[in-house]
């Protein structure tokens, strides 16, 4: 069963840092496009940052310059590196997957999401 966790959350006061981890398993993720959402209360999930499977990345712009995302393709994790925090970041962040695989029927893209970690700033 394919399943993504993330951890590291926590609570940092302005200025600090984060690393938050995402585990893949269930299969293998080196080829897919992984990213980083957040969603904040009262407000919609918003994409942070994607990766690509070659290491291609993409960041939203109010995190551009602060946040870093990574992946270990033998591990099967992806990371977010989170600079310089602000009152502006916290929320609950989640990982997601666009997952390829093929059977003998065909070749098929699903779509998973992490449970969340949640990721406080104290100003």
């Known amino acids: 069963q394919v399943q993504l966790v993330e951890s590291g959350g926590g609570l940092v006061q302005a200025g600090g840092s984060l690393r938050l981890s995402c585990a893949a398993s269930?299969?293998?993720?080196?080829?897919?496009?992984i990213g980083w959402y957040r969603q904040a209360p009262g407000k919609q999930r918003e994409l942070v940052a994607t990766?690509?499977?070659?290491?291609?990345?993409d960041y939203a712009d109010s995190v551009k310059g602060r946040f870093t995302i990574s992946r270990d393709n033998a591990k099967n994790m992806v990371y977010l590196e989170m600079n310089s925090l602000t009152p502006e970041d916290p929320a609950v962040y989640y990982c997601?997957?666009?997952?390829?695989?093929?059977?003998?029927?065909?070749?098929?893209?699903?779509?998973?999401w992490g449970q969340g970690t949640q990721v406080t700033v104290s100003s």
């Open positions: 997601n997957a666009d997952h390829r695989y093929c059977s003998a029927y065909g070749c098929f893209t699903n779509n998973y």
């Open positions: 269930g299969s293998t993720f080196s080829n897919d496009v």
């Open positions: 990766i690509g499977s070659h290491g291609n990345t």
